[in-house]
Each structure stands twice: as C-alpha cells, then as structure tokens.
C-alpha cells in the first residue's frame, strides 16, 4: 500500500507529467473506441445489406450464368416450390423463398423511368430496410399493388393510391404493360437503391412476365452462416440433378468479402499506428518522470529497498495513470460512439458504392471497447515496465550520484 | 571482532582513456560502538570509501569483511537485506522522499522490513521525539528548514536500529550551529543507541566530534589519529 501511495502521491506532485500520460491514454482509447465502433457498423451494416440483397443462399437455373443480359427471363426455375421445400426441409435452413428480378419502364402522365423490378412475396424475409423504410401507406398485401420510393414518387409525381403502368417484355419477347396501384413508399438510406428499385409481389410478376409457375432465383436464410460451403456442397448434386445450380454469399459476393477482409487489415494497421504513437509518447514521459526520481529511486535502495520494490512503485504509476486514461478514453468514447451511432456519418456516393448506404454507420461493441480500454492500460504498463528495467539496471551508486 | 574489516581496498574509475585511482591500498577496522570520522580534503576519496563500506559501491580491489562477511560474496538482494537491517545512511543533501511526511518517511525502512505497525508506531515516534520533531510529524520534507531535514534523515537511518550509521558529509549543507547541534544529537544517539557512526569531514571543527580520526589523502591513509576530548 505504501509503494501505491507513493506513486498515487508521486502522479500528483508531477501533475504536468501525469496529464500528458493520461491524455495521451485517453485519446487512444477513445481513437480505438471510435474507430473500432466504424468498422464494426461497417462490416454490421455490409453483412446485413448483403444478405437482405442475397440471402446465404441463392438458388438459380444452371444456365443463370451464362445469360447475356443481367434481367433476362431466359432461364428461369421451373416448379419453384420444389426447391423452396427442399431447402425449407434442411434443418440447417430457416427460410428461402422465391424472387424475380426483371427490367421495367414506369410509365406515369407522360413521365417514365427505366427501372429494377423485384417480385417479392408479400411476407418476404428479404428488404426489410424497405419494409421499414415506409414513408406513406404500407407495404405489398395484395395484386396490383406496387411500392416506390419517395424519389421515384416525386419525379413521378405520383401518390399512394394512384395507379401507374408498368411496361415489361415479356419471357417470350413481347411487350406487355399492366397497371398498379401504388401501395406504399419507402426511403432507405441508399439513394442509389431507392433510384432504381420498384417492388410488386412475385405472383403479379409471374403474370406480367409470363413466367407461369417459374423463378428467376430462390433465397435461402442459413441458421449458421459459417456453414454455407458446406450446405453447398452437400446439396450441390441434388439442385444439379434439376438443372439448378446453389452459390454462396461468398461466391456472389466475392469482391466484396475481399473488402471487408480489407476493412479489417486497415483497421488493424489503424490500431498498430495508434499503439506505436501512444507507447512512445508514454514510454517517453514516464521515462523522463523517473530519470528525473532517479536519485530518489537511488535512496529509496540506499535504505533497503529491494530492485523488485523499486520496480512496483514504477509499474504502479503506470497502472495508475492507464487506468484513469482508460476511464476516461471510455467515459468520452463511448457517448461519442452512441451519439454518432444515431445518425452516422454522411459519406454520400461513395459509401452508397460499396453497398452500405450513404451514411457510414457507427455501432457499438462492448469487446471493442473493453479492448479499447485493456489497450490503454495495456500501453500505459508497457511504458512503465521499461521505464522500470532501466531505472532498475542502473548501478545503485550511479542513481545516487544523480540525486 | 571487528564490525567492519577493510583490506587493502583499491577502487578505481575509468573516464574515458583516463583510470583515476580513487582508493589505494586502504586497511582499517571499525569496532562496534565507534564514533569515526573521514577526514580530508574535497576528492580525496571519502565517498567512495563511504560508499564501499555501506555496500553502495564495490571495490575494484580488496575484501570489506561486514561481521565477519565478505560483503563482495552477497547477492543483489542480500546486499539490500543488509542495508536494511543492518546499516543506516544518512546524506549530505538529505535525501528525503517528498511526497511522503516526516513520521512516512522515518517509517519507510521498518515498512520495507514488515515490521508490525504497532511497533512501526512506537519507534517512529520514540525518534522523532528524540530528534525533537514531535511538532513536525505531518510536516512534509520541504516544510522544513536544512538541519529540521537532517535530523529528519539521521531518525531514519536508525529506525531499524542498525550496527551502523554512515553519514556522508551530513553537516555540509548546514549553518555552524545547525551543524554543531545535528553532530551532538549523532553523538547523543551513539551514546544512548550504542550505534556505531563513520561521517565524512572536511571541517576541522566537525572532525573534533570524532573518537577516532582516519585522514585520506589523495586515496591513501595518512595518519589515523585518536581523539579522545570531545568538544
């Protein structure tokens, strides 16, 4: 306890000192908490905006691949509910359900757009940021309705209620056109999704394509992600066998994973960068606190103080000011993290293109943050104890001759 | 036997190309009880003789035989055991802890030693009224005056009742009658105490104060003289 007082009452008499370590472990950890706090909202919101697009499993006809247009209806699944009942009969699988994507004019009082559209069952697991993303009426319940998004609706200039026409070609080649009547309208946090997407439910896309009991692609939700090559794998001849192929999310999304992984090399480089910066700096002040104790260290081993004690009384001082940096780092950190979190921040286009919506998302993660925290002290002690071998490797007679 | 035994000690320092002989063939005894003074002039070897009887520094050459130990076969450790338990020290600039108050810092030796704090009590304040700084037990270090400080270090170095008491010039940062009255309260406790003292010297109306008188000059003995009268 009196090693501890010393150094509690050393931290004080060198208040100057003892700020610039703290300082300095706080901004780390605050730096660590913030930047952890992005990159764990950006691989959140990446993995959450690649499923809600992909599912874990995609389902497709085995000349999917091949088609020479990225809408075309060419190669469709027939008899989509064999495959859905397959899947939904794993029990590694939660969900999985049909979905058409299709190419589409809107066509409303002389006004029309070249759009994306996307047959979806009413109760789909799918989009759920256009599920809550409603703005004005509601979601697909029945036939004929039709969802836009607020941008499209106002360069429509069209309102919940009011039908539209949908002008399509068909699977055989012909054009068709149909009217809806828009259900609802929805703004996500992607302009560019909300650009180019309209939804109508699948069985009104079977009939407007004329796909009559067909797909263009079944989702499938896995219980555990990390078993998808395996689902592959194993189910691989069975979905060969009805001329059907399965892919991954990793293998529709490979580029993107590749990102991600990059996410992680950065933030790790972010991390080594702050710890080299924070370590010297430290180590550089507790070093210069000590060598100018060093004759009192010289008398405190006059007296009989072993190098051990000597040593503890540093590492102390060290623990010390890691700690109250460390609560500190956190007491700013985390309201700085939470209140970032509500809205993020605007990165606009280029966030929007690499799939995350334009606001760069925030999130809080308590292993982050403990990390953040043990780093700082972690840091903080490290200086300490090297601050201590040097004071410690000094001949007694040399530290008193300082004094 | 002696309590110290130093024999034919030789220290010598390299600045760069440069080997100074600091001590040359020194050889004397310390017996228990003693009231001893080094004396000579600035850079005659005091010190550095100081320091290798108080296992401060070692010798280059030459055996210092502590109750009959060879001080040079201790290790790090045994060496601090022995300062603590066994010598006191007490410096020319006082070297006080800052941070910690008188009675703390009296107190320290006997907290290192884990001696019981009841006991730690008793003798911090036994001493510190000895030394006459009852008023002063709270007072921190740089609350006090030069000779406050050094009776302040003199209680310290006899907290843990040691054979021996090396002060290194303890009157030099003092006035006269500050410095008279910190060698008659050394002298009163190595009466009372029975604690062996060797101070360091080189003024000739503190030397008077000393039983026994060890002249150094340039690293060697010059004469050894007994002094019996005290002032």
Redesign the interface.
Known sequence: MTFLKIAFLNMIKHPKRSFLVIFVVMVSVVAMIFIGGMFEGMRTRFYETLLQESGHLQVHNVAYKNRKEPESLQHTLEDPQQFTGYLTSQVEIMHAEAIIHFGTKILYKGKNLFILGQGVHPDTAYYGKVRSGIVEGGFLSSNEDILISSRIAELLGCSPGEYLHLAVDRSYGSPYYQDYRVKGIFKTDSREFDDYNIFITHADAQETLYLPDQTIKIRANISDPALTEEFKKKHQSWFSAHHAEIETWKDIHGSFVVLIELFDFFMLFMNIFILVVAATVITNTILMSVFERIGEFGTLRSIGLKKHHIFSMILSEGVCQGIAGGILGLAFGIPLLLWVSQTGIDMGEAADAMKMGSTFPFAFSFSNTLAAFLFGIGVSVAGSVYAGFVNIRLKLIDTLRAS | MALISMNNINKDYTLGKTTIHAIKGVSFEIDRGEFLSVVGPSGCGKTTLL?II?C??KPTEGTVLFEGTDIATLS??ME??L???KI??I?Q?F??????NIF?NIE??L???KVPKSERKKRVAYLVKAVGLEEFAAHKPDELSGGQRQRVAIA?ALV?KPDLVIADEPTANLDSVTGNTVLELMEKLNREEKVTFIFSTHNPEVMKYAHRIIHLKDGTISEVKSNGGRP
Do not use: C, Q
């Open positions: 320091n108080g401060i520094d790090d450790n601090s055991e300062r603590l338990k006191g020290f410096f600039s070297n006080l802890i800052p941070v910690l703390e320290l030796p907290i290192v030693g310290r843990n």
